[in-house]
């Protein structure tokens, strides 16, 4: 599990480890791991870096200083360095003097665009983690010369022009091949993965000085750990009994797949209620199906939504369910109710339940979503007393105790019809197996998007076969243990 942390969080932490560090030291630590990583993309792209072509975009403050100081150290590999300053007034004094030391080339813009059309990497110096809004002239100017040459962008420690804290950006910002980044990973990197690139972070000793995190990100073996398994004195029932309540006459695919997904995540047993019974006991036969939830028989959780309208007939489903009092699973058709319906948002209220809302249904239960993700997941979960899965390209799962998880993602594999059925179908398994609602959202989550990878391969998948691949993410977590 690894933390994330805001840029007041690691401003603070920086103070008090720069209070007892040599002046420079940390700049020169942080700008060592910079030029590592430039080198590992130059030889990776060339086959080398002697006489590879590098171009800094120099910004005032730290940023630029890091940058500098990058270049510097390229020099001494026989790396050509160009470092076009934004304000050359304002340059970081110690590294622009060292890079000059070294025989690096120090230009204006106009000399920074023209270095870019023959670049082989540019290294994005322009803002820190305490800059606002999008690039404003003249660094919008070398970031989209960047772009026409089809020159590869190094970020330090974030991609100019994004939000450190929201990761939100406009159009005038910086679009990363690869970031590295300094004592922690901060909210951008995992709400902006895809404007990032892979990301580095480089360890230079904040961590004893850091507090709780913003938000986490769970990985392989932090899945793995919690997923259940069945041991030898398990059977179908104390593995976790799930009901699905799905689908209807118009979509009766809901309940097909979300039902399918609760079987492969290793359910003990899947119990069906609704409509599509008689497709999905043909399509799963190991699956106990009946026509309503009084027929359904006992289960440890729910998952409740998917396919069951917002009329009457729906609106009666999610209360049967509701009335079960076990651990919920709300999705899709069922959220919308919720926000329809004051009285069953009480009844959900403080108890082990987790609705799974994209913004469109997030804003029917608790406002627009805006820029800020993990706040509004935050707000969500307390006001309304349960957790929240966000879904989105970068997952948030916040707890009425306040707990964050994200879940960042480079694609949109998972972004097809029928998808989010799956997920609540996972969900619903984990939760009658015994996880906590954040742990089972958390963990879902993860084998759900390693499944869309799985299914995808390259190339766009349907639903159907990202429910087929979760037996392999959930063996591949499991792996990651061992």
Not at 239 to 264: C, E, M
Not at 440 to 465: D, E, I
């Amino acid at each position: 599990m690894k933390g994330v942390y805001t840029a007041a969080q690691i401003r603070d932490a920086e103070a008090v480890l720069l209070a007892r560090t040599a002046e420079g030291a940390l700049m020169r630590k942080a700008a060592f791991g910079l030029a590592v990583r430039a080198r590992t993309m130059l030889a990776e792209r060339l086959g080398g870096v002697a006489g590879a072509r590098v171009v800094l975009l120099v910004g005032a403050g730290n940023n630029g200083g890091d940058a500098l100081w990058a270049g510097f150290e390229l020099r001494k590999r026989g790396v050509r360095v160009t470092a076009a300053l934004l304000d050359p007034d304002r340059a970081h004094p110690a590294g622009l003097a060292a890079l000059r030391r070294s025989g690096g080339r120090v230009v204006d813009v106009e000399g920074g665009v023209e270095a870019l059309r023959h670049a082989d990497l540019a290294v994005d110096g322009i803002i820190g983690i305490s800059g606002r809004g999008g690039l404003r002239e003249p660094a919008a100017r070398l970031v989209a010369a960047a772009q026409e040459a089809a020159v590869p962008v190094l970020a330090t420690d974030l991609p100019s022009g994004v939000d450190t804290d929201t990761g939100a950006a406009d159009s005038a910002s910086v679009r990363a091949a690869a970031t590295v980044t300094f004592g922690a990973l901060k909210p951008v990197h995992v709400l902006a993965a895809a404007a990032c690139g892979p990301v580095t972070c480089v360890d230079i000793g904040l961590g004893p000085e850091l507090p709780e995190p913003h938000a986490v990100v769970l990985d392989a073996a932090d899945v793995g750990s919690r997923w259940p398994v069945p041991g030898p004195t398990d059977d179908k029932y104390t593995q976790g009994v799930v009901g699905i309540a799905a689908g209807s006459a118009t979509y009766p695919g809901a309940a097909v797949l979300a039902t399918g997904a609760a079987v492969l995540a290793t359910s003990g047993m899947v119990r069906f209620a609704g409509s599509a019974a008689a497709g999905v006991g043909a399509t799963w036969p190991e699956v106990v199906a009946s026509g309503t939830i009084d027929e359904a028989g006992r289960t440890q959780a729910w998952t409740v939504g998917p396919g069951i309208g917002t009329d009457d007939a729906g609106r009666a489903v999610l209360a049967a369910v509701i009335d079960r009092d076990v651990p919920l699973c709300v999705d899709a058709d069922a959220i919308t109710l919720l926000g329809q319906h004051a009285d069953l948002r009480d009844a959900v209220r403080d108890r082990p339940v987790v609705i799974t809302p994209h913004d469109r249904e997030f804003a029917r239960i608790a406002g627009e979503v805006g820029d800020d993700r993990i706040g509004a997941a935050r707000r969500a979960a307390a006001d309304l007393g349960v957790t929240v899965l966000l879904k989105g390209n970068a997952t948030v799962v916040a707890d009425p105790d306040g707990r964050v998880l994200v879940h960042p993602s480079t694609s949109s594999w998972a972004a097809t019809a029928g998808s989010g059925d799956v997920l609540s179908g996972i969900i619903g398994a984990l939760l009658a197996a015994g996880l906590d609602p954040w742990w089972a959202a958390g963990c879902a989550t993860y084998v759900h998007g390693l499944a869309a990878q799985l299914a995808a391969a390259g190339a766009p998948a349907p639903a159907s076969r990202l429910q087929a691949a979760v037996p392999g993410a959930i063996r591949a977590v499991r792996a990651a243990t061992s």
